[in-house]
């Protein structure tokens, strides 16, 4: 890699350019060692209740003993299905160790979403929040799934707190509807059966896939991003480099609030696992909608930094209580998943005193390429690359522009995914023959090397900082017996920054809004239900009847 790349003149003091991204041979070693080493520090709290790295390190050790003794062998697929819990980073852990490939997904999936990802994926095991068993027991038979632990929002929070917690969520709130699955284990019994079981031996180098991560794409269809051994520990080492500067001592009073669900890639490797290179401390959030509670972790403990998304800053910075918090101990803050607002960003730093630094990243590249130092922030911009990390403009064509032109961001860099699962095709249009990959985002980058994303060059709409694509939206409303044909964008909105408008032609024009929502709701995760609907008469098409969706979001904004 040259280090004639034009952001050196300007890089942030104190971080090198280039590092040794391959100080550990695994995800697992990487593990090891700040377990070891941070073994006695909090680790992760969850409600009140706090565990220490060697109490994870512990009980993640018993639950990937037991996961081999149920027959999932190295390299078998495992589905985590839960909001942030204690459970989590133990089963993530447990599962490495065992060997086995994970499956990040989100809780919030229907039936339909979660058997493609199954399916697709071929996961043989998961570990899922009873909360959303009814829908697993839905499409269970059309998987590989043969070994099933549940878990409750209590589990591991005491019995008498456990309890009061579980009885809250399944009698009060009514949060956990019936289901009947066959031979599943608790969380707990699969941590006790695992004090007498050892962990396998198995082949782990590098190279090895550890992560599945499922991302979108203009096809529409949901494609699992391999993320190996390096790929992981290379965005850790990377994103100590870029951060060692600014951490006082040895980092131990780092105190880092976690509201963004760590089955999304940004909470995954930006909280849960690059914080143990400071030895951090993770709060983990169960429910970050609750902007109350949320507020509450902030009197609990002295919270000196967090990620989050533009939505959830907004809603902070308009919360009284928020408002009202001593924020002395606060050191930074980091924005990703979606653009930052101006506004947003100014209010935070008037409320709290200290700065937004945003960032960019994707899940294909593990997630983090760029950021905003935090001794130089500059506002409106993604920052600069990480070390080890190459960024460029290219035209059309892939050929690199001069600085200050505006063309699709490229990346290249080890945190770079190995491809798309089982999609060669795919892969090959992602990742160029020399290893750039394609973001399909339209971006700058001026004289001092800062870059800024200008607009994204692919359809997908962005909800609340998801990634929502109009193909599979398309489909799902295009099997309504009612309707002829459809259409969807995303349109702006105060709260997400965007959500998804639909145009469709009816077959039947007995068909109401309010009833095509509602279909909507049956077969959609509730960010990518449309918000509005416009019936037309037409859709605009091309001259091979090609839907025109440029020519919809000229209408929305002309009017």
């Not at 000196?304 to 101990?329: P, R």
């Not at 249009?429 to 290893?435: K, Q, R």
Request: overall charge neutral; charged content about 25%; glycine content about 8%.
């Amino acid at each position: 890699m040259s280090d004639t790349r034009p952001w050196l003149k300007n890089y942030p003091k104190g971080v090198p350019a280039n590092i040794d991204v391959d100080q550990y041979a695994t995800l697992v070693d990487y593990i090891a060692d700040k377990c070891s080493t941070y073994g006695k520090r909090p680790g992760f709290s969850c409600m009140g209740k706090t565990m220490t790295y060697k109490e994870i390190d512990k009980l993640s050790d018993q639950l990937g003993a037991y996961l081999n003794y149920r027959g999932l062998q190295p390299g078998d697929k495992v589905a985590l299905m839960m909001p942030n819990l204690l459970q989590y980073p133990i089963a993530l852990f447990g599962c490495l160790k065992a060997g086995l490939t994970i499956v990040n997904t989100n809780p919030l999936y229907t039936p339909r979403e979660m058997e493609h990802q199954f399916k697709d994926s071929g996961a043989k095991g998961i570990i899922i929040a009873e909360n959303f068993c009814a829908n697993l027991e839905k499409i269970l038979p059309n998987t590989e799934i043969n070994t099933i632990i549940t878990t409750s929002i209590g589990e591991l929070l005491g019995s008498v707190k456990g309890m009061l917690v579980d009885t809250a969520v399944k009698h009060v709130k009514r949060m956990v509807p019936s289901y009947e699955l066959a031979n599943t284990v608790k969380f707990k019994d699969a941590l006790k059966q695992g004090k007498k079981l050892k962990l396998p031996q198995f082949e782990n180098d590098a190279e090895r896939v550890v992560v599945l991560q499922y991302t979108g794409g203009t096809t529409g269809v949901s494609k699992g991003a391999m993320l190996t051994n390096r790929n992981l520990v290379a965005n850790m080492l990377q994103l100590k480099a870029f951060m060692d500067p600014y951490i006082d001592g040895d980092g131990s009073d780092q105190v880092v609030l976690c509201p963004l669900p760590l089955y999304h890639i940004y909470a995954f490797t930006c909280n849960c696992l690059a914080m143990m290179n400071h030895g951090a401390h993770n709060i983990l959030v169960t429910n970050p909608r609750d902007i109350d509670n949320l507020v509450k972790e902030f009197t609990k403990y002295k919270i000196t930094g967090m990620s989050g998304v533009n939505t959830l800053y907004n809603a902070l910075n308009n919360n009284e209580d928020f408002q009202a918090l001593d924020f002395s101990s606060m050191t930074m803050a980091t924005a990703g998943g979606t653009a930052l607002q101006k506004k947003v960003s100014d209010e935070w730093t008037k409320v709290t005193g200290s700065q937004l630094a945003e960032g960019f990243g994707m899940t294909e590249a593990s997630p983090v390429v760029t950021s905003n130092p935090r001794n130089d922030i500059r506002q409106g911009t993604i920052g600069v690359p990480i070390p080890s990390t190459d960024v460029r403009i290219v035209d059309d064509s892939g050929q690199p522009l001069p600085v200050g032109s505006v063309g699709e961001l490229q990346v290249k860099g080890p945190q770079v995914m190995k491809g798309y699962y089982n999609r060669p095709e795919a892969t090959a249009d992602t990742i160029t023959a020399d290893g750039w990959l394609n973001t399909g985002d339209i971006a700058s980058m001026d004289e001092d090397g800062y870059f800024k994303i200008v607009d994204r060059k692919k359809d997908m709409i962005l909800v609340s900082g998801f990634n929502v694509y109009p193909n599979e939206i398309e489909d799902v409303v295009s099997r309504h017996e009612k309707i002829d044909e459809v259409a969807a964008i995303g349109v702006p909105d105060e709260k997400s920054g965007e959500v998804v408008k639909i145009f469709v032609t009816l077959k039947d024009s007995t068909l109401k809004k309010e009833d095509l929502i509602a279909y909507c709701r049956e077969q959609l995760t509730g960010y990518k239900v449309p918000k509005h609907i416009e019936f037309m008469k037409e859709l605009p098409k091309s001259t091979v009847g090609k839907i025109l969706r440029r020519e919809l979001r000229d209408k929305e904004i002309l009017e």
